[in-house]
């Protein structure tokens, strides 16, 4: 049996939830509650109210779904991205 076909949407954070929950506004303004995805635990990207996300959610319950990527914002602190490495100090 071929696995479930999942619907994604863009929304933004609205609300930072204890455990990694987040009450996300998609596009079309439904209100859905999202935990965070198992690779963006992984690699540690955090995310804040304000966000853009996109969401995954199974066409069986419209209330619930998973954030699996956070878009990057212009102008961001530190460039949006990049290694994540400290300048070198010289003596």
Do not use: C, Q, W
């Amino acid at each position: 049996m071929a696995k479930e076909e999942l619907m994604e949407f863009e929304g933004v954070v609205t609300e930072v939830l204890p455990e990694g929950r987040f009450r996300v506004t998609l596009e079309g303004g439904h209100e859905v509650l999202a935990y965070t995805g198992g690779r963006m635990k992984r690699n540690k990207i955090r995310t804040l109210a304000g966000d853009r996300v996109t969401i995954e959610m199974s066409p069986y319950d419209a209330d619930k779904g998973r954030v699996v990527f956070r878009h990057k914002t212009e102008g961001a602190p530190g460039g949006g991205g990049g290694g994540g490495r400290r300048p070198v100090r010289r003596r």
